[in-house]
């Protein structure tokens, strides 16, 4: 059973462009949850999710920011017109049910 | 609101030592609390998770306690070593959530 995928594990974006991270969870997980590790800081709840709903989206910033879990595929976090000061490492996390969660090795998000 | 707080931050010990890593929570109401270790510039590897029905968990040479009426969870490592040189994180789940302290930087000397 593989564990949670993140892509890309690196990313470089300009001021002003969009970002789309991409997080697979493990295999019989339902749950996926979103943290953004901004540099010399903890990490801090963004988004969680089940399938086709969001259901706690209190710590994603109002602007530019949005994610999803569709029926297929992986969990997007998307960003749109990124700024520096989104550069930060975005954890993914996913869970079969609402209690230990497994966490992917990130995404290393740059905006120059 | 739930405020995870770890102390201290960072810790430098010798070898060989036992060592107890703190982590307190303003909230009783989780129903687990997770530790982890992070490398610098990696993800998060999963240590031990309590439920909050459970007082301890073992791995090795880790042991995790859990006082949800006092809001406070250790991490105690018997006979350090330099591999576990890293940060390690503690985390309150609640409600569809994990807040997390802002860790301890342990480093062990050879």
């Known amino acids: 059973n593989a564990g949670v995928m993140q892509n890309p594990r690196h990313l470089v974006r300009r001021r002003g462009q969009e970002a789309r991270l991409r997080c697979s969870p493990m295999k019989g997980h339902s749950h996926v949850y979103w943290y953004r590790q901004l540099p010399e800081e903890g990490l801090k709840f963004m988004v969680y999710l089940q399938k086709e709903n969001i259901i706690d989206e209190s710590g994603m910033p109002k602007e530019r920011f949005s994610a999803e879990f569709p029926k297929e595929g992986p969990s997007i976090l998307r960003i749109q017109q990124v700024v520096r000061g989104d550069s930060a490492a975005y954890f993914c996390a996913s869970s079969p049910a609402d209690n230990e969660q497994f966490f992917g090795p990130g995404t290393r998000l740059t905006v120059l | 609101k739930q405020e995870v707080t770890q102390i201290p931050a960072a810790l430098s010990v010798p070898e060989g030592e036992n060592l107890v890593l703190n982590c307190s929570f303003t909230d009783s109401a989780i129903y687990n609390l997770q530790w982890f270790r992070q490398d610098p510039g990696k993800g998060l590897t999963s240590l031990l998770l309590?439920?909050?029905?459970?007082r301890e968990q073992t791995s090795g040479r880790l042991n995790a306690s859990l006082d949800k009426s006092s809001g406070r969870s250790t991490l105690y490592i018997a006979a350090s070593q330099p591999g576990d040189s890293a940060t390690y994180l503690c985390a309150g789940g609640h409600a569809g959530k994990s807040t997390f302290g802002d860790g301890t930087t342990l480093t062990v000397k050879p």
């Open positions: 309590i439920q909050s029905s459970q």
